[in-house]
């Protein structure tokens, strides 16, 4: 799935349009049930009005919400912009805390946005689980929890250091909406799961190169000198050493009663033990 995903998307970018902590939070609390285009076109007017939490904290609900309108849900969204901006006013200097538990404590603020504010704004590795992430999970069978998220992130970050967390988010997001979505997927199009119902395109190099590895040493097999009887022992077993322990298997009391016996078959065995 990583390599899929690498190869579709190698450095995906934060789809929502953002200059710091304090504004990625605001796009981020608008983003829930509205396509990134429509967040990115109203945070445009949004942030040239309020650019800091002090300028949103002092704007009206009417005001906010005529600008953001066309997102879902927008007048709940105008009461936690603005209430959000205020207790960060109040509450942490008018700065974007950096825990998740203070981040939670904000208006509108659920473990999904948090992570994101953590990952995209702090770098701290996160794995915010979205609708598309726990969708692409579940039909991947990298978690079985139907329910809880938390479950499903518990499970994702089980799965990739920490350190890849970020960028899998945003390849996840993007291929859900790309490829994966909830309806009308098409598997036998699909560069995942084409792949994992059909492994042969992908792996008919290496099928051929084991099977032409198998026919070289077929072959370098039967090339090699097998005793006739074991009569023939010491000259085999001086012009192959190696073959001492299989041939004495083989013939070990007629090997025993040569190195009895004769000063040729002592030479061998002493240059073969
Ligand atoms: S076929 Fe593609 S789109 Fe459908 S579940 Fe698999 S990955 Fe998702």
């Not at 609900?61 to 005529?66: E, G, I, N, R, T």
């Not at 970020?166 to 995942?192: D, K, T, W």
């Not at 119902?197 to 040493?217: C, E, F, G, V």
Request: aromatic fraction near 6%.
């Amino acid at each position: 799935v990583q390599q899929v995903l690498d190869r579709l998307y190698p450095e995906p970018p934060m789809p929502l349009n953002h200059t710091d902590p304090f504004t990625l939070l605001c796009a981020v609390l608008l983003s829930a049930q509205t396509t990134d285009g429509k967040v990115n076109e109203v945070t445009t007017e949004l942030f040239a009005r309020a650019p800091t939490p002090r300028a949103l904290a002092a704007m009206s609900h009417s005001d906010v919400l005529s600008i953001i309108r066309t997102v879902g849900l927008a007048p709940t969204k105008a009461r936690h912009l603005i209430a959000t901006a205020q207790q960060l006013c109040e509450r942490f200097g008018g700065a974007v805390p950096r825990t998740m538990e203070e981040l939670q404590t904000l208006p509108g603020v659920g473990r999904k946005t948090a992570s994101v504010v953590m990952s995209g704004a702090f770098g701290v590795p996160a794995f915010p689980v979205d609708t598309h992430i726990h969708r692409l999970a579940l039909r991947w069978r990298l978690s079985r929890s139907e329910t809880n998220v938390e479950r499903v992130e518990h499970d994702l970050r089980a799965l990739w250091p920490p350190a890849a967390y970020g960028r899998l988010h945003l390849q996840f997001i993007y291929f859900g909406r790309e490829y994966c979505q909830a309806r009308n997927h098409m598997p036998s199009r699909c560069p995942v799961c084409s792949w994992a119902d059909n492994p042969l395109p992908t792996s008919a190099p290496i099928a051929a190169a084991r099977s032409k590895a198998h026919h070289a040493q077929q072959q370098q097999q039967r090339q090699r000198p097998q005793p006739a009887s074991p009569d023939d022992i010491p000259q085999l077993l001086l012009e192959s050493p190696r073959k001492l322990s299989k041939t004495s298997v083989l013939y070990g009391e007629r090997v025993a009663e040569l190195a009895r016996g004769g000063a040729a078959a002592r030479l061998i065995m002493s240059a073969t033990v």
